[in-house]
């Protein structure tokens, strides 16, 4: 029986370590945080995306020289980047949740879903990109509550 959730929740999909950091909880996600994202996860992530290095910079408004040298060094991120990068995953666990709780997760890439959608203009966003709010915190949740509400069907 647990197998079988376990597929249903994405745990056997290549990223569901995004759907955990999803379902965990703000305390795990703070100490995730102050503990940094190291930088082999950020690569990790772009890569599952399938956006350059220098676009998830320009998306989450990091300095490449900052990652560069992070990458580098092996340092783990800073806590202000580390919060979007996990702000990020955050979101593919949700879009992977979303999809195994209402659809059919076989071939779903949420990932790379989520890299293509950030690039819509979204009316609810006055037709701005969610890609737009992805550089603050604040941002990043109201993508979250948009994504959420376009599950429940509330947006469409």
């Not at 995953?89 to 949740?97: A, D, M, P």
């Not at 890439?109 to 609810?124: I, K, R, Y």
Request: proline share 4%.
């Amino acid at each position: 029986m647990a197998d079988v959730q376990a597929q249903a929740s994405g745990v056997f999909n290549k990223t569901s370590d995004y759907a955990k950091k999803y379902r965990s909880s703000p305390m795990e996600r703070i100490e995730m945080i102050r503990a940094g994202v190291h930088p082999d996860d950020l690569q990790r992530t772009y890569s599952d995306m399938g956006v350059s290095k220098e676009k998830i910079c320009s998306l989450l408004s990091f300095s490449r020289s900052t990652v560069n040298r992070r990458i580098k060094s092996q340092k783990a991120l800073p806590a202000e980047y580390s919060e979007r990068v996990i702000g990020l995953q955050k979101l593919i666990g949700q879009v992977e949740v979303m999809v195994a709780e209402s659809g059919d997760p076989a071939g779903f890439n949420a990932s790379q879903w989520v890299a293509g959608w950030l690039e819509q203009p979204v009316a609810a966003l006055g037709n701005a990109k969610p890609a737009d709010f992805m550089d603050t915190v604040e941002g990043i949740e109201l993508v979250s509550a948009l994504l959420a509400m376009m599950q429940s069907g509330a947006y469409a």
